[in-house]
DNA sequence: ATGTGGTGAATTGGATCCAATCTTACAAAG
DNA sequence: CTTTGTAAGATTGGATCCAATTCACCACAT
């Protein structure tokens, strides 16, 4: 393990995340990979860390077979590359991948909205107002991440496919590696709630249109300022080594 | 391991596929974890299967640590469900997970053809041509289902978009699990040849509107005749037990 | 007869040990 | 000086062993 980020304080260390969920799981293996997910989507881990078994081990305090299990998990998760023989390598993030990622989650979640639109309750669309106005609060970078998919995913809740919303969650999860660029970019404060009121009301409204016109350039926006940002500082990728 | 489903000479045995693909691995965690997930989609190992670890590392010739970090694999594609200290069994298949997966298709498979279609060039259209005619003369389910996956992955390969896919790839292989559900219902012969032939027209004429427009009926038939076919035929329900 | 508690086997989770492979450094030959 | 071969260390892959949990069965009490 290279370092814990210690010049970036929005970043929290492995070693914290660790210790913040150790007692959560009751097999070694889900702690394991819950948290290095954890810390590889937060920044703990950035992209290019070679991950060692043994080192991992003794900072999560158990033997190496978890170890090994968590990372095959991660592999298929696309969040590290796996070499036999060789280990395994946290995957580097790049403008590239961030419109990948983007044309992944431009294609599920415009589906996924269609699906849950017509099903939307007036619960359903409550907490999503809430969790709008919890994020105009929030100052903290993973709650941000967290209240942000919240709001997305209920809205598309009652889409009653499964597997569809699996892969909604996972992808947004993994945009949580490029959130804290995003917010360099565009800002903390106005962030981009004026898309999200206007989702919220074409959601309302039951206007499927509007409702998937906005989440489309939302993403799309969210995507040209992620391509800018790092084609300005290119010095600032995240890669280690 | 239950029975390797005798009574339909289409399904190959799972020691057929052990045979038949040990020597190409280099790794024995690979070799277990690509059979395992062969013998899932081709049918040889049927929904509701409970996998021992015992059983399957004697089946394989190897111990037990290799058949769990495949099983770890397959419990992120969401083959199997894994519970810790209970085990692992195989998901069942449904007409409502066919639906859940064709809602995954339809999103994902038209926005990668959109991607892919202004960069297609005059050599896939040729292999996709030759992927139809390979189909008019294929006699056997496995190679069926490559084929089929051949034509719509040619159609999507100039998607510029890794992670789309290997999503729309993945997502095509699990749908081998219903393939030979499919052709029992809508018959071997005309498929549904006529799609394909109206999807490549299309893709030629570098046609979105329409192209996207038959990829969409071509799996909505799809869908439709997986529903009826088990509203109708209850009884053979796949799930062993 | 039914519900309850406990005891045993069966199965998985985890740790330790050994084998196979890769990497690095160094030396010797060209 | 470059290149190639080799040997030592580091790291991963796999096997075996032990611990922890679950489940099924049965005795026993109500």
Redesign the pocket.
Known sequence: MTSPSPENPAVPSLDALIARSKPRFR???EFVEFTLRDGILSGAIPGGTP????ELAQQFG?????V??ALRQLESQALID?T?????VVTSISAADASDLFAVRMALEPAALRLSLPHLTQADLLRATDAIHDMDQERDLARMGDLNRRFHMTLYAQANSPRLLALVEQHMAVFDRYLRFELSALGWDHLKQDDHHALLDACAARDITTAEAVLIRHLATADQALREFFACRQDVREDSR
């Open positions: 097999t070694a293996t991950l060692r078994q043994e158990v033997s190496r077979m978890p090994r299990e796996f036999p023989h060789k280990g395994a």
